[in-house]
């Protein structure tokens, strides 16, 4: 087989397309690229889908984290300590084990005048179960990140808000929100990368992969296993990670870039990526 | 354990669970709980001087040490460190054979790499096949404590490299200013100061450390989550105790063990911030002269 019908063959295997089979001998590095970066399209879609909606909830819960409300507040402090104080690891399991138990037929819901049946088995599936706990893990991640600037941005600027009759959700969406994302994005920067590095869990723990569809490191997992060569499918999942890692920091570049526009150059804050990998 | 557990199938309720809970495989169980907290115990200081030879070697004026020092540093940077988990285990399991294997079959003519398989001499397996399974074991757990090590001393030296660095300058000016030597100014002005300016970083480090050792599960050791796995899956009639699959329960054992770990370490680490900045010009440090304590 030619590296070109190799790439056809594998290239979407992750997804179920093309060969049915993976290869089982005589694995060339062709091979090992094609498939490996196959599976990294499940880390993409893990990693963008988990952020986007992780992005939504993580705003809420910084501003009920900040809120005098002590029943809005204390769900949210508790929901934060949940989710950053235990491993991603046991969550996916946990998530896991809860999914696998729910009844297979679906759940009945009685409303009085019919009953909805709900399905559950698709909760069982990575795409979809893991999605969740990753959406759930990121949501506190990012909303400690955010809480914490929230409570930064200057003082100064709530007075100008003030001063010009600003106040309740105009102030929060013209003022605050604005400033807490300026402040919060070279962290969230961080979270976002670390959240790409924890796809790689998905199907290490208690999800298993479906037809041998997995990601990136299960299919290098894959080769390592079958050749007892780790030197040759490792890098190559480093390798396709650096480019990763490198692509998110050019695309949150972009945003801190914007969000900093105001601002004169001296005093911009510039991203740093400070590595703080497994959670 | 207890005399009324001789015939599990005749109690129930409460005496039933107490039983359960009690039996030998709870107690390896429960034992693995100890390889936990015995694998932290042991990587923490570990981790913590690969991290310091490596901060050190980052700042050596010595250009090859300098680039081996930050390379290591950089080394994790954008690659998900379940990846290194993998690797290291497999490398290091075959670069030790390979190097037994050296000393003690010279003679050997048969390719090591053949094909798909990776073969020394029987002399050089590492640990040899006739030995005892403990023996096996603690190799294994070996294995995966310098892993751990090397992994999280590229984080730790990442954060003693900053805080080296955050020292103020003039304390080390003050020192060469007393004729000392750039050894002594290391030794006795850098490294007692460099701590507080650490800590923040290392306490972020042990959280990470303390959620990263479900990891070893990966790494092939009877973890607790291997238990938790082991002894939740459903037991059939066929076993003393059966049970339908509670699994569910069994890991929400082990959430609960895992936040109690990070309560208890966020206390713990706010002390020892309040005690590392006692007379320290920062902050922290100024807050407390001014409270009067």
Known sequence: MTCWETVQAYAFRSLGYGERLLPREGFTICEHVTLIGSGLIWNVYFGACALAIGFILANGLAVAKASPVAVLRKPAEWFIFLFRGSPLFIQFFLAYETFVLLPKAGIDIPLGFTTITVATSWLTKAQAG??????????????????????????????????????????????????????????????????????????????????????????????ADKTFNPFLAYPIVAAYFIVLTLAIIGLFGLINRRLNRHLPANTRQRLRYRPQLVR | MFAFCEDPSSIDGLTWLACYLTTGKHFDFYWSFITVLTLLAITAPVALAFGFAGAVAARSQFLPLRLLGQGYVAMVRGVPDIVFFLFFVIALDQGIEWLVHQARCPDWTEPIRNGLEFRVCPEAKVPSSRAPQTLHQLYGFGLAVVTFAIVFGAFAANVLYGAMRAVPRAQIETGEAYGMTSGQTFRRILVPQMWVYALPGLSNLWMILIKATPLLFLLGVQDIVYWARELGGTKTSAYAYPHPDWRVWYFLGLLVFYLLMTAVSERVMARLSARLSHGQATLAGETQRKAGR
């Open chain 1, 130 to 223: 893991a999605l969740i706990v990753l959406i759930l893990n990121t949501a506190a991640y990012s909303a400690e990140i955010f809480y914490g600037a929230l409570r930064s941005v200057p003082r100064g600027d709530l007075e100008a808000a003030d001063a010009y009759g600003m106040s309740g959700w105009s102030r929060f969406r013209r003022i605050v929100w604005p400033t807490m994302m300026r402040l919060g994005w070279p962290a969230y920067t961080n979270e976002a990368i670390f959240l790409f590095h924890a796809t790689t869990l998905v199907f290490f723990s208690g999800f298993p992969a479906w037809r041998q569809q997995g990601d990136a490191l299960y299919y290098a997992n894959y080769f």
